[in-house]
């Protein structure tokens, strides 16, 4: 089976590694449209336009199933099928998987300013649980730090405690990694958050939704997944950023693709 | 006289506020490739291809000259004329600034990913004075700290400090603000730099050239000229942040325009 996935730039390659260490038969399609990065700070109909061009470019290489591994994008396009390929977006997992980790029904969203002005985190929690209290956050310069590749640092623990510290004042006891940049930034936000709240990343929730709804059998990471890497725009800095990321799976192929 | 001014987002409105503030009878047409932002992580064919998009665009306005106020884009597109209409960029005012400021002939230039790969300042400055020694820096993260507002924070000055290290520990006498975005952290270039070091901002220096080569004539400000703000994508936080830059003047006309 051939699986699409697409983000604005590399961070949905969090994801992409996930599905390839779960599903060792598969292979992947990625675009990483870093021409246009970032989609955090534009508008819904600038985003939703991109991820229409996207989504064809994906159903052109026949592809089985499309993941918007990108919560802006996700947050701009409803889960439902682009002709006829069944796409699934990271916000439905993420919310479902955070719904049932919480216990004192206080959660947190970090994510990027264009995710947490659509609201999209919120009213897919509200769906499942009306009494769930959500406290979104938006940190728009995480995105910069992970690609600056600056993740065990002090710089970036600061700007993390600051983005976090009203979420924490709230008393939550889960908090949704809203953005596939996140788990790059995973043990800066560990430590502004301590041991006892909950982290929900979407790459890891959107592979048992997949597995359910394609029929994909879950197995022991093989790394002879095929990894096609599409960007809209490619520097020697993307490459060695997406190869570094991805390791040890091997991308097959880079690709430079105008849309 | 109209002239047009181009950036890849709000930046290249500290070079608007500078030229409108020297010549109080000109109008100004500014497009901020906000959809498309940042400029400084791709590749020099996207640039380039970009800015003549752009060029076309002020062109068919008939403005009589255009600014380019991005140093990325600068830096890719050769000092000209575009379809009869003379184009400035901002990096050779500014490397002649630099030039006649030092005096110990060691300068550092602290700009973009894309900005310090093309050796565009080293090239330029060299072409005035050989002896001179260029320390260049990237410095990724600063436009976002920029338009996230964090202009007097703890942060932006360890992220700053950080940033000129290196050309500090080079003995430099003066730093280029490789930049439109970073007038905008003036207080923490110069708090991380002390006193003794000369800053040289673009914006500025492109008014002498531009008074020279287009017979314009340098007036007290009078802050009635009209400003027409054009954007590939325009959002709230967009609006406030360009009005909050020119501020005391006031942008006549917000308007979104889809190249």
């Known amino acids: 089976m051939q ?68 919560n802006t994008a996700s947050s701009q396009v409803p889960e439902t099928l682009w002709k006829n390929i069944p796409v699934f977006n990271v916000i439905e997992p993420g919310a479902e998987a955070a719904v049932k980790a919480t216990r004192s029904k206080r959660l947190g969203v970090l994510a990027t300013r264009a995710t947490v002005r659509s609201n999209s985190y919120t009213d897919k929690i509200h769906s499942f649980d009306k009494d769930i209290q959500v406290f979104a956050k938006s940190a728009p310069l995480l995105v910069g730090l992970a690609e600056e590749g600056w993740v065990d640092d002090p710089i970036t623990d600061a700007v993390v405690a600051r983005y976090l510290e009203p979420l924490l004042k709230n008393d939550i006891d889960t908090l949704i990694l809203g953005c596939t940049h996140y788990p790059l930034l995973v043990s800066a936000i560990r430590k502004a958050c301590g041991d006892k709240i909950r982290l929900i990343d979407s790459g890891s929730a959107i592979c048992g939704k997949l597995a359910e709804k394609m029929s994909l059998k879950a197995s022991e990471p093989t790394y002879i997944n095929e990894i096609h890497f599409h960007a809209t725009d490619l520097t020697a800095h993307t490459r060695i950023l997406a190869q570094q990321i991805l390791k040890p799976l091997v991308i097959t192929e880079f690709d430079i693709v105008h849309l």
Chains 1, 2 share one sequence.
Do not use: N, W
């Open 3 to 70: 699986i699409g996935i697409f983000d604005s730039g590399v961070g949905g390659l969090t994801v992409l590694k996930e599905m390839a260490q779960s599903f060792a038969s598969e292979d992947f399609y990625y675009l990483g449209d870093t021409a246009r990065l970032p989609y955090g700070t534009k508008s819904p109909e600038t985003i939703r336009q991109y991820a229409e061009q996207i989504m064809d470019f994906l159903a052109a290489r026949k592809v089985d199933a499309i993941v918007i591994a990108c």
